[in-house]
Structure formats: C-alpha cells, structure tokens
C-alpha cells in the first residue's frame, strides 16, 4: 500500500526558512515524477514544484529562487527548501506523485496518482 507522509510544516516570520519532507512507503520515487502543490484557504490547489524520474525540475513563478525541490532516493524521500518566504506562501502543502504522465500536466493536479494528507505552513508578517 502506497502511503506519502508530509513533515516539516510549522510557523515562521517572513523570510524564515522551511524544508518539508515527503516519505513514501510501499513506493519507491525512482521513475515517478513527484510533485508538491500547495492550497490556500479558499483557493484553488496550485502546483509548486516538480522533480521528474531523470532529475529534471520545474516551479511556479511565484516561487523561484525561493523554493528547491530535490529526492534523496535512498531514503525515499522528497524535499521542498523553502527560503525567503511571504505571507503569501501560506498553505497546506501536499506532495503527489504521477507515475503515467511524468508531471505532463503540472502545474495542473491532474495526472496525479497519490498524495499526502498534507502539512501546514503558515508565514506571518
């Protein structure tokens, strides 16, 4: 059974720093695209971040420079840095993984086959 674990979610000031894990159990990251999204209260779940299966990233605009998406494959784990963050980061971030389409649909959700439960960022200003 698939089972995506989000960590690292919490309270900072703007301009602190995050780093929010992801740990699958039952799956292994190898050939997947794996992706972060994240949903704000009263909006629509936007893609983050992705890393496909041959080290290849891609960000929302919003978020490059400040964000870097990285997998540490022997510990099957998926990262997100997070650094100069904005109130406007503010979200419960999930991470999904998209084992058919290779993130062909980021930053759409569609295509997506697992996901987290999430965990919760919240940047004050």
């Known amino acids: 059974q698939v089972q995506l674990v989000e960590s690292g979610g919490g309270s900072v000031q703007a301009g602190g720093s995050l780093r929010l894990s992801c740990q699958a159990s039952?799956?292994?990251?190898?050939?997947?695209?794996m992706a972060w999204f994240r949903q704000a209260p009263g909006k629509e779940r936007e893609g983050v971040a992705y890393?496909?299966?041959?080290?290849?990233?891609s960000y929302a605009d919003s978020v490059k420079g400040r964000f870097t998406i990285s997998i540490d494959g022997a510990k099957n784990t998926l990262y997100l840095q997070m650094s100069s963050l904005k109130p406007e980061d503010t979200a419960m971030y999930y991470c999904?993984?998209?084992?058919?389409?290779?993130?062909?649909?980021?930053?759409?959700?569609?295509?997506?086959?697992?996901w987290g439960k999430g965990t919760l960022v919240t940047i004050s200003s």
């Open positions: 999904a993984t998209d084992h058919n389409y290779s993130c062909a649909y980021w930053p759409s959700y569609y295509g997506m086959d697992y």
């Open positions: 039952g799956y292994t990251y190898s050939s997947d695209c």
């Open positions: 890393i496909d299966s041959i080290g290849s990233t």
